[in-house]
T-cell receptor
């Protein structure tokens, strides 16, 4: 798991809190992704960045705000979340879009 | 949108036997397919991929078969081991949407 790292691994937050998830890739990739994984559902793509430009925003609520300051780092800023936002949030990277994606271990988020 | 599905949510096999996990896809324009393995508490791990100009690809103890005529993908694991117990996802690259679409996953249980 040293290729793509995510912090924190677990996060519990109230609905009025503001927190950020961090992802870092050490693979020299040019594309990075945020996915949401809920029980019994397929992985849901949230955001895609290619060469630090956002290229995909899958109708994600504005309470999720991504940031990609450089090709190695990706953040997901969270504010005023809902309990249904509780899930595993996965970061991934790839050489470019259309290539295999490598995932981090995820952040297990619980919204209370 | 298009969907990628797996035929069985759970597959139980005896240690040492071969496992076959199936996946059906619906987008005939998809040209790239990936199998991922996800162990409990971890992010998905890349296993093997195949492009649409091939019908078979082999890795270490794993083989992916692609049948474009019936839009079917399978993952074969030889001599299944307890460490193979995990959830297996197939994913297809949709070139028109420019993203990977994941199936729901099949849980592989290996009995000692």
């Amino acid at each position: 798991e040293t290729g793509v790292t995510q912090t924190p691994r677990h996060l519990v937050m109230g609905m009025t809190n503001k927190k950020s998830l961090k992802c870092e890739q050490h693979l020299g990739h040019n594309a990075m992704y945020w996915y949401k994984q809920s029980a019994k559902k397929p992985l849901e793509l949230m955001f895609v960045y290619s060469l630090e430009e956002r290229v995909e925003n899958n109708s994600v609520p504005s309470r999720f705000s991504p940031e990609c300051p450089n090709s190695s780092h990706l953040f997901l800023h969270l504010h005023t979340l809902q309990p249904e936002d509780s899930a595993l949030y996965l970061c991934a990277s790839s050489q470019a879009q259309g290539y295999e994606q490598y995932f981090g271990p995820g952040t297990r988020l619980t919204v209370t | 949108g298009e969907s990628v599905g797996l035929h069985l949510p759970t597959l139980s096999v005896q240690e040492g036997d071969n496992s076959i996990i199936n996946c059906a896809y619906s987008n005939s324009a998809s040209d790239y397919f990936i199998w991922y393995k996800q162990e409990s508490g971890k992010g998905p791990q890349f296993i093997i991929d195949i492009r649409s100009n091939m019908d078979k690809r082999q890795g270490q103890r794993v083989t992916v078969l692609l049948n474009k005529t019936v839009k079917h993908l399978s993952l074969q694991i030889a001599a299944t081991q307890p460490g193979d117990s995990a959830v297996y996802f197939c994913a297809e690259w949709n070139p028109s949407e420019g993203k990977l679409i994941f199936g729901q996953g099949t849980t592989l249980q290996v009995k000692p």
